[in-house]
């Protein structure tokens, strides 16, 4: 079970993010109270249940924000809008990503167990959802398949890879770092390869397609994970 201190840390990183975008484009101009309110439920659904608040800001961010962005001259990728085919496309690549990286965990895994001796732990939500009753198990794929794409795309992608990273360093190196990081936040050392793989994977969709595409391979394998659950 992670610790409180972590749970802290996880809470903070993924809805620092949204609330900082959200107090950007909604928040800023409005009166004093009106600030405090928002703040106050955004961080108080935070708190109870990590990811919603943020899910919920992502959404609205989308509707009154994003979704009217257009494409600039010198921007090589229109990241908040996705057509149809390129939405097949990243299911297809998700298909054939997963293949690829599970080989490479299959390998991982033998010499986890055979030559570390490493006592494979499965996450805590796999668990969860294992023993759960139908309604929260209904609840839980919600969340494994949609607002944990959504939020964990916009706050590896969006803010830290392209916002933070990418003005810094080169995109080789941001992309490593960004799924480095995704891959430590999941506590897991025995899906180590699955992590690293995904986080590169969607990295490469958001750059070539955008956020939207990244969601879209989030999701998908999230799916994939939960239909072997």
Known sequence: MKSQFVIILLIAGLNIPVYLELYKHALKSKATWFKVVITCLFWGVAIVTQNI?????????????????????????????INASDSLRAVFMTVLGRIGIGMIHFIYIIILVKIVKY???????????????????????????????????????????????????????????????FTIVHFNIAGIPTFFGLGLLCTYLYQKKGYWAAVIVHSASNLISLLFI
């Open 119 to 181: 006592n494979i732990q499965l996450q805590d939500i796999i668990n969860y959802y294992s023993e759960a009753k139908l309604i929260f198990k209904i609840f839980l794929a919600f969340e494994i398949v949609l607002v944990a794409p959504v939020v964990e795309e916009y706050v590896f992608r969006y803010f830290l890879y392209d916002k933070i990273l990418a003005p810094k360093m080169p995109l080789f190196f941001a992309a490593l770092f960004s799924a480095a990081l």
């Open 53 to 81: 608040a943020a899910f919920g800001g992502i959404l609205y961010l989308y509707l009154a924000f994003y979704r009217h962005i257009r494409k600039e001259e010198n921007d090589d990728v229109d990241i908040w809008h």
